[in-house]
């Protein structure tokens, strides 16, 4: 959170960023994802096993190479967000949401009085280890500058994303395609038309409101598609379908040389 313009006001500012879903468990792997030019990275928690200490890590990582970091928290309790973003992590990612009670909450938690209920510390490393000395206090640039990001992906939370709009600390919605599919009964056609229907109710309805929407996109075409629609928080691809594919590619390669 350290970078000119954080990836919040990038996103108030309606730019688009592009990041990936990452679950390796390396430092340098992250930087390589920097050193390749994504915005931001997301730290997988949710689906991959890491302690509070290694996710230290790979903000640090992150901003070595001068990318955004948010935290995909393991699920949708205060304690994750407060340890995330303790950590340094420029925003969350709160997934497993099932009530509109349980986001107002968690969502709560990820800021400072008066916007919130965070848990106040400056013994950790978002506060220097007590050693601020920016010219903005601590508590106001952490809730200036900590983005908060909220999965759709089910049809209940669908159904009710304008109560989910009224959180005064939410600013981004993201539609998770692959689970909002599975919600319905169809699980993996992200492109079913009623599936594809859902989700772009649920871009007008946020954009509508002057929030930011996101989306996971697993290709170029979706890029462009859900661009166009208005999404501006584009989760593209993962360091693991990255790394399969080029290894795919590099065996067919040698192959097509040895079949020859």
């Keep these: 959170m350290n970078k000119e313009f954080s990836l919040r006001e990038r996103i108030l500012n309606k730019e688009v960023v592009v990041g990936l879903f990452y679950k390796f468990n390396s430092q340098a792997i992250v930087e390589m994802v920097g050193n390749a030019g994504f915005d931001f990275v997301i730290i997988d928690t949710e689906h991959s096993n890491y302690s509070s200490y290694e996710v230290e890590g790979l903000i640090r990582a992150a901003e070595c190479v001068g990318m955004s970091s948010v935290v995909r928290i393991r699920e949708a309790i205060p304690e994750d967000v407060l340890h995330a973003l303790d950590s340094g992590a420029d925003g969350i990612q709160i997934p497993s949401i099932t009530s509109i009670e349980t986001a107002v909450d968690v969502c709560k938690s990820s800021k400072y009085y008066p916007e919130g209920n965070r848990g106040l510390s400056t013994t950790q490393r978002a506060a220097m280890y007590t050693a601020w000395n920016k010219d903005v206090g601590y508590i106001d640039h952490s809730n200036k500058n900590s983005l908060v990001v909220v999965h759709v992906e089910n049809i209940e939370m669908a159904e009710r994303v304008d109560e989910l709009l009224e959180i ?75 790394m399969v594919d080029a290894l795919k590619q590099l065996k067919e390669s040698a192959d097509e040389v040895l079949n020859k």
């Design 168 to 242: 005064p600390q939410l600013d981004v919605i993201f539609v998770g395609p692959s689970d909002l599919s599975q919600s319905m009964g169809k699980p993996g056609q992200m492109n079913d038309p009623e599936v594809v229907a859902v989700i772009e109710d649920v871009f007008k309805k946020v954009l509508a409101k002057g929030k930011a929407v996101g989306i996971y996109c697993g290709t170029t075409a979706a890029i462009k598609k859900y661009v166009g629609l208005g999404a501006t928080y584009i989760a593209y691809g993962s360091d693991v379908t990255a």
